[in-house]
């Protein structure tokens, strides 16, 4: 009966042993140990890091990373740092996920694979200030509530802080409320005092960012002076009228004063010496008849409400001048030769206009002769085109002009014998600037010129 028990018992143990040894021989043929493994932690954004890993085995391995079950390939700024993997600047978005470290036995191809890490990455990024309600600022009213936002977002959730013209706004205010997980500032009612510069800083526990670019919030007061029309400067002739025209408005209406540059107020019941021949209009606008002078200057449109700085606006009246042009020297051009003049205009203002001139008739701006800015442009000179030219300018003051004598020389071959020039027979010059001329003693300078020139076309 015992040997009868005994012998099912004897063939139970056998399994169980064989068990145990495979166990015990396979356990030591993939003893892959993980001496250090990566752990999460916190990182900077664009600081460096080190995921560490390494592994402990009997043969070769292959280490390797995954992010998110995803080889990570190297790159310069994250790779593979032996067995590690290092950050040489962290990047919110594309380090964002779960690592791995993974060990490969060369031989068996059995993998081991590590704990997963992640990173807690810190970061602050600078944005601008933008209005949020209303739509847009064409739709800021007084008395309306206006929000703006502040684009600096971070991890962790920054503190913001809201300025107006550079001073800090305190939560405590009861004209404003700030929503710091909306990262709002809100203005409700908003009124003329809530005018101004606005921006915003925010800061955690990566560090602090101000806005990149920040909003101007303007709202008018009804009380407040507005422009409506601004003067403009005058340039008028001597004698002659020059009016200014100025506007402003505001509830109630606003007043509106003259003043001329030495600080003399302008009324119709006062006027002074200098200014004696002025009015001002009902609507503003200052007229001045018969300018001398001594009314050239800066003039003041002053207008103030009820509430509010005064609002200067300044003209300027100039009189018209021109000064005298420069003298033209005579000109002798060859014929079939393309020949310019230019006309320097006077100093004046305004600019004076230039224009040429010839026997009375406006020059054209395109043909043979043409007038091209200041220059009169002859692109063949023949000799009927001799004689007088005038440059004309002009402007408010007046008008100046010049006149140009311009002879126009042709070669010719004399008779034998005649219009010899220093022992040269045959060789002689005709004029044909000046119709029916003829040649003197005196005249030989003309001669001796033109001959040079013949010269040097042979």
């Given at each position: 009966?015992?040997?009868?028990?005994?012998?099912?018992a004897?063939?139970?143990r056998?399994?169980?042993?064989?068990?145990?040894?495979l166990?015990?021989l396979?356990?030591?043929?993939?003893?892959?140990?993980f001496?250090k493994q990566?752990?999460?932690?916190d990182a900077?954004?664009?600081?460096?890091?080190?995921?560490?890993?390494e592994v402990?085995a009997p043969?070769?391995?292959h280490?390797?990373?995954?992010?998110?079950?995803a080889?990570?390939q190297?790159?310069?700024?994250?790779?593979a740092?032996g067995?590690?993997?290092?950050?040489?600047?962290?990047?919110?978005?594309q380090?964002?996920?779960?690592?791995?470290c993974v060990?490969?036995?060369?031989?068996t191809?059995?993998?081991?694979r590590?704990?997963?890490?992640?990173?807690n990455?810190?970061w602050?990024?600078?944005?601008?200030?933008?209005l949020?309600?209303?739509a847009?600022?064409?739709?800021?009213?007084?008395q309306?509530q206006?929000t703006?936002?502040?684009?600096?977002?971070g991890?962790?959730?920054p503190?913001?802080?809201?300025?107006?013209?550079?001073s800090?706004?305190?939560d405590?205010?009861?004209?404003?409320?700030?929503?710091?997980?909306?990262?709002?500032l809100?203005?409700r009612p908003?009124?003329?005092?809530?005018?101004?510069?606005?921006s915003?800083?925010?800061?955690n526990?990566?560090?602090?960012?101000?806005?990149?670019?920040n909003?101007?919030?303007?709202?008018?007061?009804?009380?407040?002076?507005?422009?409506?029309?601004?003067p403009?400067?005058?340039?008028?002739?001597?004698?002659?009228?020059?009016?200014?025209?100025?506007?402003?408005?505001?509830?109630p209406l606003?007043?509106l004063q003259?003043v001329?540059?030495?600080?003399?107020?302008?009324?119709?019941?006062?006027?002074?010496?200098?200014?004696?021949?002025?009015?001002?209009f009902a609507?503003?606008?200052?007229?001045l008849?018969?300018v001398r002078?001594?009314n050239?200057?800066?003039?003041?449109?002053?207008?103030q409400?009820?509430?509010?700085?005064?609002?200067?606006l300044?003209?300027?009246?100039h009189?018209?001048?021109?000064?005298?042009?420069?003298?033209f020297?005579?000109?002798v051009f060859t014929?079939?030769?393309e020949e310019r003049?230019?006309?320097?205009?006077?100093k004046?203002?305004?600019?004076?206009?230039?224009?040429?001139?010839?026997?009375?008739?406006r020059?054209?701006?395109?043909?043979?002769v043409?007038?091209?800015?200041?220059?009169?442009?002859?692109t063949?000179?023949?000799?009927?085109?001799?004689?007088v030219y005038?440059?004309?300018?002009?402007?408010?003051a007046g008008?100046?002009?010049?006149?140009?004598?311009?002879?126009?020389?042709?070669?010719?071959?004399c008779?034998?014998?005649?219009?010899?020039?220093?022992?040269?027979p045959g060789?002689?010059?005709?004029?044909?600037?000046?119709?029916?001329?003829?040649?003197?003693p005196?005249?030989?300078?003309?001669?001796?010129?033109?001959?040079i020139h013949?010269?040097?076309?042979e």
């Amino acid at each position: 009966m015992g040997a009868a028990r005994g012998s099912p018992a004897g063939s139970r143990r056998l399994p169980l042993l064989s068990v145990l040894l495979l166990q015990l021989l396979g356990g030591t043929q993939a003893a892959m140990v993980f001496i250090k493994q990566p752990s999460s932690q916190d990182a900077l954004q664009g600081r460096r890091a080190l995921l560490r890993c390494e592994v402990e085995a009997p043969g070769p391995v292959h280490v390797y990373w995954l992010l998110d079950g995803a080889p990570v390939q190297d790159t310069e700024r994250r790779f593979a740092q032996g067995s590690s993997l290092s950050f040489a600047a962290v990047d919110r978005l594309q380090d964002s996920g779960t690592f791995q470290c993974v060990a490969r036995d060369d031989v068996t191809g059995e993998e081991a694979r590590s704990a997963n890490a992640s990173f807690n990455i810190k970061w602050i990024e600078a944005g601008p200030v933008v209005l949020k309600h209303p739509a847009s600022e064409a739709e800021i009213q007084p008395q309306t509530q206006v929000t703006l936002r502040c684009h600096i977002d971070g991890h962790p959730r920054p503190t913001y802080q809201w300025f107006r013209d550079g001073s800090p706004l305190s939560d405590g205010q009861s004209n404003h409320t700030v929503s710091s997980k909306e990262r709002n500032l809100m203005l409700r009612p908003a009124g003329p005092e809530h005018s101004g510069l606005y921006s915003c800083c925010a800061h955690n526990a990566f560090g602090q960012a101000c806005s990149t670019q920040n909003f101007t919030l303007s709202i008018a007061d009804e009380s407040f002076a507005r422009v409506v029309l601004a003067p403009q400067d005058v340039v008028v002739a001597r004698n002659e009228e020059a009016m200014f025209h100025c506007q402003f408005s505001a509830q109630p209406l606003p007043s509106l004063q003259w003043v001329f540059e030495d600080e003399t107020p302008i009324t119709n019941r006062s006027r002074p010496p200098h200014l004696r021949r002025a009015t001002v209009f009902a609507n503003g606008s200052l007229l001045l008849t018969q300018v001398r002078p001594r009314n050239a200057g800066v003039y003041r449109c002053i207008g103030q409400g009820q509430r509010g700085p005064p609002v200067i606006l300044e003209a300027t009246l100039h009189l018209a001048e021109i000064e005298d042009m420069p003298l033209f020297e005579p000109r002798v051009f060859t014929a079939g030769s393309e020949e310019r003049v230019t006309c320097f205009p006077p100093k004046g203002l305004p600019e004076p206009s230039v224009w040429w001139e010839h026997a009375g008739v406006r020059l054209p701006t395109h043909g043979r002769v043409y007038q091209k800015g200041h220059e009169l442009v002859w692109t063949s000179i023949a000799e009927s085109d001799a004689g007088v030219y005038t440059c004309h300018a002009a402007n408010l003051a007046g008008q100046r002009r010049q006149n140009i004598n311009i002879t126009v020389a042709s070669e010719h071959l004399c008779p034998e014998g005649q219009g010899e020039v220093e022992g040269n027979p045959g060789l002689g010059v005709m004029d044909r600037g000046f119709p029916g001329a003829h040649w003197r003693p005196s005249q030989f300078w003309a001669l001796w010129v033109v001959s040079i020139h013949y010269q040097e076309l042979e």
